[in-house]
Nanobody
Framework: QVQLTESGGGLVQPGGSLRLSCAAS????????MAWYRQTPGKQRDLVAR???????NYADSVKGRFTISRDNAKNTVYLQMNSLKPEDTAVYYC????????????????WGQGTQVTVSA
């Protein structure tokens, strides 16, 4: 089993910054893609940013130039640095990871974190 634990959400004023963290733990054989999604009430969960194990990244158009995704492979952790935050960035942010679990007989996994609330408001 692989678990994701997110942290770093909170309330921030427009124009401010937050840094989200997501640490993977458990029986990890290897981690492939790690990503951040966000969701507001009544809407679908949308991709914010994704990073591969090799460090390639892609972003939603709405956050390009403001958000940066990075990862520390030694710590099995992914980060999302969010700058110039806008009220429309308000959402629950979820971490997602996929890879292989189980060293004796590796099997594919895909798992989500529990979500962390980000609120951008004056």
């Amino acid at each position: 089993q692989v678990q994701l634990t997110e942290s770093g959400g909170g309330l921030v004023q427009p124009g401010g910054s937050l840094r989200l963290s997501c640490a993977a733990s458990g029986d990890i054989y290897n981690l492939n893609d790690m990503a951040w999604y966000r969701q507001t009430p009544g809407k679908q969960r949308d991709l914010v940013a994704r990073i591969t194990s090799g460090g390639s990244t892609n972003y939603a158009d709405s956050v390009k130039g403001r958000f940066t995704i990075s990862r520390d492979n030694a710590k099995n952790t992914v980060y999302l640095q969010m700058n110039s935050l806008k009220p429309e960035d308000t959402a629950v942010y979820y971490c997602k990871a996929d890879g292989l679990t189980g060293r004796d007989w590796p099997t594919i996994f895909e798992t989500w974190g529990q979500g962390t609330q980000v609120t951008v408001s004056a």
